[in-house]
């Protein structure tokens, strides 16, 4: 018996409506099921460790350079001829020295573990040294530096504001070193062994990998020179006896290394203080 064309419009429209309601309902049970799934998330990075392992000079002058600068001013005129005191110094030591010959540089020596599953690259170094720390006469000296992603010629190592500041109380910062004198302590490079060449070039540290790195400072020899010159003034004995003085130079070391950790941002990790001399002048020392 054939049924009229309505019928089949109605059972038509009760089985849309039946299907439509199935697939809503299967669609807010997926959307409920979405809402609680949750991406997995990756592992907070952990800082990694840093083993400051020293501090020795890399470059000195020689201590006849160093009596030839000092003595004339720390000798006086025997009879108060003026310059006869120079006259006396140069016969004894030589000329005078340049600035340039009286530099003097220093390598701090660091172990760098990276406890973390991706690799880690040094970005920015801030140290500290204060020369005579005991005495009147200390002077802090200070450089923050920003390493190059790469080995570029052209590339900038001044930091961009805000590289040496940090938020955590427990590592320094630049302003932490307000007081330093200006042109003291200067950047001279990072190497990752003895004898390799220096660069600002930022070494990166392999995922779960210890790395050796050796940076590089300088002081400026003005600066230096005037905080020696008391060590001069109390060789005065050895000088006049044309000897030269030995200069035992006490030092206090601090700082922080940042890493740089892309979109997550920067993590800090700081070194020091740390105590000790160095003595000038060193035997065995091969100015680079």
């Keep these: 018996m054939d049924l009229p ?28 099921e979405l809402a609680n799934f949750q991406l997995p998330t990756a592992p907070a990075l952990q800082p990694p460790s840093i083993t400051f ?32 005191a120079a006259a006396i110094c140069q016969g004894l030591f030589g000329p ?22 991706v690799p880690l690259p040094l970005s920015t170094i801030l140290a500290g040294v204060t020369v005579f720390p005991a005495a009147q006469n200390q002077k802090l000296g200070s450089a923050c530096f920003q390493l190059c992603p790469d080995a570029r010629a052209a590339c900038s190592t001044q ?8 938020s955590a109380r427990d590592v320094r910062s630049l302003s932490d070193f307000a007081s330093a004198a200006g042109g003291l302590l200067l950047a001279a490079g990072v190497s990752l062994a003895a004898g390799q060449p220096l660069t600002f070039a930022a070494p ?17 020899p003005e600066p230096m020179l005037a905080a020696m010159r008391q ?38 990790v700081g070194f020091g203080p740390s105590n000790g001399t160095w003595q000038l002048p060193t035997s065995g020392l091969v100015p680079r």
């Design 53 to 84: 392992e020293g501090a020795t000079l890399a470059r000195t002058p020689a201590e006849r350079l160093l009596a030839a600068h000092y003595c004339p001013q720390v000798v006086p005129d025997p009879f108060g001829v003026r310059g006869g």
């Design 231 to 268: 060590l001069a003034a109390q060789s005065i004995d050895d000088l006049k006896a044309g000897r030269s003085p030995t200069f035992t130079i006490p030092y206090r070391l601090e700082g922080t290394v940042w890493f740089d950790a892309g979109s997550l941002g920067r993590l800090a």
């Design 5 to 32: 064309s309505g019928h089949w419009q109605s059972l038509a429209v009760k089985n849309l409506l039946r299907w439509l309601t199935l697939a809503t309902a299967s669609l807010m049970s997926s959307c409920a």
């Design 159 to 166: 930091p961009p504001p805000g590289a040496c500041e940090a």
């Design 204 to 220: 990166q540290v392999a995922a779960a990998s210890q790395l050796e790195v050796t940076v590089r400072f300088s002081f400026g």
């Design 96 to 117: 005078p020295p340049t600035p340039a010959e009286l530099a003097i540089a220093f390598d701090l020596r660091f172990k760098v573990s990276n406890p973390n599953q």
